[in-house]
């Protein structure tokens, strides 16, 4: 393009990049705002997707260590809940990524590798540590829960309203 077309160009605009209208008669021009361009978009984004981002990444991280804890102490159902709430804390860890910033992420996906691996290790090492003994130990409280009970129980069961039936149930051990 040649620059004296150029210089036509920025006339009809009045040469001012916030320019977006411009009125030959009168001569006025229309500002309509500064003009964003996609860097920055990207960098407004990038203001407060990252510390969102890290904010994730650190909600993880203690869903994480929960969860080795848990799986430690051989509590399936705590640490099933953490690692369901350490997958949106992940998603979260993630919202830094359009800006080439996979810290957030791979912190939080590291950490709960890491919680996972070592709370079963530990797991292994303390039972093992533990020795027999604490299995007859489990296995004798658990024959003495079961021993308490009678071995057959009568329930009652309404059939119909005034009417009942009565059964016995046999309890195998």
Not at 132 to 139: D, L, N, S, V, Y
Request: hydrophobic share 55%; with cysteine.
């Amino acid at each position: 393009m040649s620059s004296e077309r150029m210089t036509e160009i920025m006339r009809e605009t009045d040469g001012h990049p916030r320019t977006l209208f411009y009125c030959r008669e009168c001569g006025d021009s229309a500002d309509r705002g500064v003009i964003m361009t996609t860097a920055a978009v990207a960098r407004d984004l990038a203001g407060f997707l990252v510390p969102i981002g890290v904010a994730g990444a650190a909600i993880a991280v203690i869903c994480a260590v929960i969860a080795g804890v848990a799986i430690m102490r051989g509590a399936g159902g705590l640490s099933g809940g953490a690692v369901g709430v350490w997958i949106p804390a992940a998603l979260l860890s993630s919202t830094p990524a359009f800006t080439n910033q996979w810290m957030p992420l791979t912190i939080a996906g590291a950490a709960l590798g890491a919680a996972l691996v070592i709370g079963g290790v530990v797991r292994a090492i303390v039972a093992v540590a533990a020795g027999p003994r604490a299995t007859a130990r489990k296995a004798a409280r658990a024959t003495e829960a079961v021993g308490a009970a009678p071995a057959t129980t009568t329930v009652v069961v309404p059939v119909r309203p005034g009417r009942a039936v009565t059964g016995t149930i046999a309890v195998v051990r």
